[in-house]
């Protein structure tokens, strides 16, 4: 079989996400070449090394412009903070790889739009790892909306709530800094909920937003609580917003709400009927059809492990659930498929930038104090 080598530049949480997804996908899924866990690469050697071990990979780097330099190398998977995507993206595009990169895209429109630029005049293969859109709850959700099932879509309803930061002792760590994260919640989770809303309902035409920053300072880290920073990301965002075919939308995404840790509800109305999501329920999917008779009409449990629902009958029999790190390697297998087969695979860079405009559409919203129209 052909075989493709992926050089993966970062190897904590998305980076362990990813390695567990190219050494799962060809054990499960009908591959068209099976992936080389090739090079991994950190800036740290000894701690490299020690990922390289645990992870299976055959080399290590730590320089990303080596992985990206080396011929042997089809593939560059990016999970390095969001402040170095850019670089990383446009320099392998220019080399011929494709790229499968983490979200969010860019820091901000103007790169995002200098990395869709360069994979295109390179003509490779590019992907944002949306991974959400790969639940097979979410993707019958998308089939069922296709389909017309709900029929004219009036209703998106999304929050994703964390709690990590609400101690104001928590130290300023990179992710609340503006120069290396791009923005907060925004572009950390709303991201992912913005994504969703055009994945199931369409592309946004207006939208209105209000960003919160509760902690305005918190200590340095390393300082031991001696010296204090600005915090110059948002805390919380909400966003109303108006999509082109007429739906509304209304979302949330915090880290500031206690309990909640990694907590995504999803609800689409329509005038034939609802589905309602929730990640930490995520083998099921509730559906409401106003064409049940009236004195059956409830929410029914659509458990979708059955093999008719996506991704799930290359897994286990019906019944046996799915969890977060199956999503991921549902995505490196539409990327595998799209590179052997040089198709385009969705969300492309192009939906990056689409992503990326929105989330500057409600940062603009938000310091304006009024509804900005998306381009
Ligand atoms: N898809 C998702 O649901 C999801 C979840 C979490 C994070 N993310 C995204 O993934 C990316 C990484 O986040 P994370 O939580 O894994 O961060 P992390 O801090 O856990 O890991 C970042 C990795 O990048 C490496 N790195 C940073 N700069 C580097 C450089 N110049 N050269 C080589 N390696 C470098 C670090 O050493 C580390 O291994 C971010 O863009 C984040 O938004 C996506």
């Known amino acids: 079989m052909k075989k493709l080598n992926v050089g993966m530049i970062g190897y904590k949480f998305m980076g362990r996400a990813h390695a567990n997804a190219w050494r799962q996908v060809d054990k499960f ?15 740290d050697r000894k701690a490299v090394k020690a990922a390289a071990a645990q992870l299976g990979w055959e080399r290590i780097a730590t320089s990303w412009q080596e992985v990206v330099a080396d011929p042997e190398i089809d593939i560059i998977d990016i999970n390095t903070g969001n402040d170095t995507h850019a670089e990383i993206a446009i320099a392998a595009a220019r080399a011929g790889k494709h790229i499968l990169c983490e979200k969010p895209l860019a820091m901000n429109v103007r790169e995002a739009q200098a990395m869709l630029a360069a994979v295109k005049e390179a003509g490779v293969v590019h992907m944002v790892c949306h991974n959400y859109r790969r639940i097979p709850a979410l993707a019958q959700a998308k089939k069922m909306i296709a389909a017309g099932d709900l029929g004219r879509i009036f209703h998106y309803r999304a929050r994703y709530l964390q709690d990590w930061i609400v101690d104001p002792e928590f130290p300023l760590v990179g992710r609340l800094q503006v120069k290396l994260a791009g923005s907060g919640t925004h572009g950390d989770i709303n991201a992912h909920i913005i994504d969703l809303a055009r994945y199931l ?76 999501f929730d990640f930490e329920d995520m083998n099921r999917l509730k559906y409401f059809n106003q064409a049940d008779p009236a004195d059956r009409q409830g929410y029914r449990d659509i458990i979708v492990t059955e093999k008719v629902h996506p991704y799930a009958g290359a897994w286990w029999p019906p019944g046996h659930i799915l969890g977060y790190e199956h999503t991921f390697v549902h995505t490196v297998f539409e990327f595998i498929q799209a590179v052997v087969k040089g198709r385009s695979v969705s969300p492309t860079f192009a939906d990056g930038l689409q992503n990326q405009k929105v989330l500057e559409a409600v940062e603009a919203s938000s310091k304006k104090r009024r509804w900005v129209k998306l381009t």
């Open 201 to 276: 309902v369409g592309e946004f035409s207006e939208v209105c937003g209000h960003l919160e920053t509760f902690i305005k300072e918190r200590p340095l880290e390393g300082s031991k609580g001696k010296k204090r920073g600005r915090v110059t990301v948002d805390d919380a965002v909400l966003t109303l917003g108006k999509f082109k075919n007429g739906a509304i939308a209304s979302l949330e995404a915090s880290r500031f709400a206690l309990g909640r840790k990694n907590h995504i509800q999803i609800e689409v109305n329509g005038s034939l009927g609802s589905l309602v």
């Open 29 to 43: 899924f009908p591959v068209s070449a099976q992936p080389v866990l090739h090079t991994i690469c950190g800036r």
